[in-house]
């Protein structure tokens, strides 16, 4: 049981550059998040998927896009990156019902030039 | 607003010392909360959770305690360890939708050999 995987663990990318962040989960959550952390700040929800075939955007979704294809996995993209997204993203899972606490993987540092 | 706070932003103390580790929160709706430890390098680790109707919840060597009346949670490790040296911070669970979260910025606990 690995839990949540984040897939890579660091990236450089230029500007206008794109990539896309791979997060798996084997704990048949229906629910997944992605956030970004950075200096000073809390974790901040870019966008989140409460199952199969959805998606909605959080607090911060701009510049992004998201989709889960299949219940395990759920992927970031970055179509034209910007020196603003240099962070470190984490992943996370739930169950989804009231009360249950989300479970982060190990996080993607990504920095942007 | 919403918000989830810590008073200290970095706190030391000697090993086999207890650590107080506080956070403030402001949504009075909110219902359940969760303590996560972050290591250097890793994602936010579940440590201990609380539901809006205790007050009190006791783990291994780790004991939340709620105060609803001036929202204020803290988090209180017995015994302090050097592998507990880690940032600590909240998460305010709002039920409803997809389960919003407010994460605090976190404190750091330096334990002292």
């Known amino acids: 049981n690995a839990g949540v995987t984040q897939t890579p663990k660091f990236r450089v990318l230029k500007t206008g550059q794109s990539m896309t962040l791979l997060c798996a989960q084997d704990?048949?959550?229906?629910?997944m998040y992605w956030y970004r952390q950075d200096p000073g700040m809390g974790l901040r929800l870019i966008h989140y998927?409460?199952?199969?075939?959805?998606?909605a955007k959080g607090e911060v979704p701009d510049g992004y896009n998201v989709s889960r294809l299949k219940k395990q996995n759920f992927l970031l993209g970055l179509e034209s990156a910007a020196p603003s997204q240099t962070s470190v993203y984490f992943c996370?899972?739930?169950?989804?019902?009231?009360?249950?606490?989300?479970?982060f993987g190990n996080g993607t540092r990504l920095t942007v030039t | 607003g919403e918000s989830v706070g810590l008073h200290l932003p970095t706190l030391s103390v000697q090993e086999g010392d207890n650590s107080i580790i506080n956070c403030a929160y402001s949504?009075?709706?909110?219902?359940?909360f969760i303590w996560y430890k972050q290591e250097s390098g890793k994602g936010p680790q579940f440590i201990i959770d609380?539901?809006?109707?205790?007050d009190k919840r006791q783990g291994q060597r780790v004991t939340v305690l709620l105060n609803k009346t001036v929202k204020h949670l803290s988090l209180q490790i017995a015994a302090t360890q050097p592998g507990d040296s880690a940032v600590y911070f909240c998460?305010?669970?709002?039920?409803?939708?997809?389960?919003?979260?407010?994460f605090g910025t976190g404190t750091k606990l330096q334990v002292i050999p």
């Open positions: 609380i539901r809006s109707n205790m």
């Open positions: 998927s409460v199952g199969e075939g959805t998606t």
């Open positions: 704990m048949n959550h229906e629910y």
């Open positions: 996370a899972s739930s169950y989804g019902r009231n009360n249950s606490p989300l479970h």
């Open positions: 998460a305010e669970f709002h039920s409803g939708g997809y389960q919003k979260v407010t």
């Open positions: 949504n009075s709706a909110s219902d359940y």
